[in-house]
């Protein structure tokens, strides 16, 4: 005879169970808030109407009627205010992905440097942290832009270096390759490289973990991406047609370039978010008990293999959550940009406010974007997070 099955456990709606006032409270908080924000937006549109203020979002459509001095995807004075508005979060990208990059490496380096025996580097490492991170970030933005555009000798007279790369106060001009099926292959080569390259680091670290047998896990990696990025170029007929640039009558030319603003706002950015980066990785390293280096140094293991594959690991628990946090900083200091004349999302913005008189729906665009940005740096930081997490056996 079966068993008999206990009765499903019925919700007791009762306002003396405590999940049924909790959830009651909830809902009266969700509905204030509806509420709060819906009075202030109708408030808001009452007062522009009765002013004759223009309100929406239609002048989206509507033709910009302004240059971009900096730009990564094409656009003219006559396209609308929503490419404008685009051309502005493609900068604001640019700056905050190389930057974050520079950031990490330049940050993680000084903080391990703190850790250095060579009281030389420990002391420069310091002198560092201590000079940049208490300098207030727009004052070091203006610094950077000052020295690119008042010491550095006009357009006509560069700074050459073997006649390649050219520095003046019109930026850095390099020479880039003609882009072509060759260059493409080599990309996709690049990237299938990095999958194979990351496969391999975790085999590596796999057989680390089971063997204590120590492999290449850095460069392997880069022999494999480079190689992957060569057999592509390979591939596409091995092209070697480059854009050099070249000191024309009274400015250079060819070539690609970094303007002044761009150089000024990545150099301010990285520079005073990697000091924090730099104690982030400190606290974490030290974090780390002191047995563990003494453990590895008795397996034989080098300083250099103690840092990258013992306490580093191990410091990641620590060092993630506070180092996502710069990683938002920078971004959102981005915004700092304007000081300088870097056109990003919100120099567009305040134009566009300007000749519209759109305020509020620029402003709100400007909130969403640095809202998206924000929520999604924090989400892929969250999921390295946790798959870096040190899993209990």
């Known amino acids: ?39 202030l ?25 302004f240059d971009i001095g900096e730009v990564l995807i094409k656009y003219d004075a006559l396209d609308p205010y929503w490419r404008a508005f685009l051309v502005g979060l493609a900068n604001t990208l640019k700056v905050a992905l190389i930057g974050i990059v520079l950031t990490t490496l330049i940050g993680t380096a000084v903080g391990v440097g703190r850790f250095s025996s060579n009281a030389l580097v420990r002391g420069l490492c310091y002198g560092y942290v201590e000079l940049f991170r208490n300098v207030p970030i727009l004052l070091q933005l203006l610094l950077w832009y000052l020295l690119l555009t008042e010491w550095l000798p006009d357009a006509s007279e560069p700074i050459s270096a073997f006649g390649l790369v050219f520095l003046s106060k019109g930026g850095l001009t390099y020479p880039v390759p003609v882009w072509g099926l060759g260059q493409g292959l080599a990309l996709c080569g690049a990237l299938v490289g990095l999958v194979l390259a990351w496969a391999w680091r975790r085999h590596a670290r ?38 050099v640039p070249y000191l024309a009558d009274v400015i250079v030319e060819g070539g690609s370039a970094l303007t002044p603003e761009f150089i000024a706002v990545l ?66 200091n981005s915004s700092l940009a304007v000081a300088i004349g870097y056109p990003d999302v919100v120099s567009i913005s305040n134009t566009a406010i300007n000749q519209t008189g759109r305020a509020m729906e620029c402003i709100a665009i400007v909130m969403l974007i640095y809202l998206s940005t924000s929520l999604s740096t924090s989400g892929l930081m969250n999921w390295y997070n946790k798959r870096s997490a040190i899993k209990e056996r």
Request: aromatic share 8%.
């Open 206 to 243: 796999a057989q680390f973990e089971r063997t204590g047998r120590v492999r290449s896990m850095f460069w392997l990696p880069v022999v494999i991406v480079l190689a992957s990025a060569v057999l592509g170029w390979l591939a596409g007929g091995a092209p070697n047609a480059w854009n």
């Open 1 to 39: 005879m079966s068993a008999r099955q206990a009765p499903a456990k019925r919700r007791e709606w009762s306002w003396r169970s405590r999940s049924i006032r909790a959830l009651v409270y909830q809902l009266l908080a969700v509905g204030l808030i509806v509420l709060v924000v819906w009075f």
């Open 41 to 65: 937006a109708h408030n808001t549109a009452e007062n522009m109407r009765v002013r004759g203020i223009q309100s929406g979002f239609d002048f989206l459509l509507q033709p910009a009627g």
């Open 267 to 332: 150099l301010g950015l990285v520079l005073y978010t990697a000091a924090f980066v730099a104690e982030v990785v400190r606290s974490g390293i030290a974090s780390v008990p002191s047995g563990q280096s003494e453990a590895a140094g008795s397996l034989g293991l080098s300083p250099g293999q103690n840092m990258r594959l013992i306490v580093l690991p191990q410091a990641l628990r620590v060092i993630i959550p506070p180092m996502t946090n710069q990683f938002l900083n920078l971004t959102k």
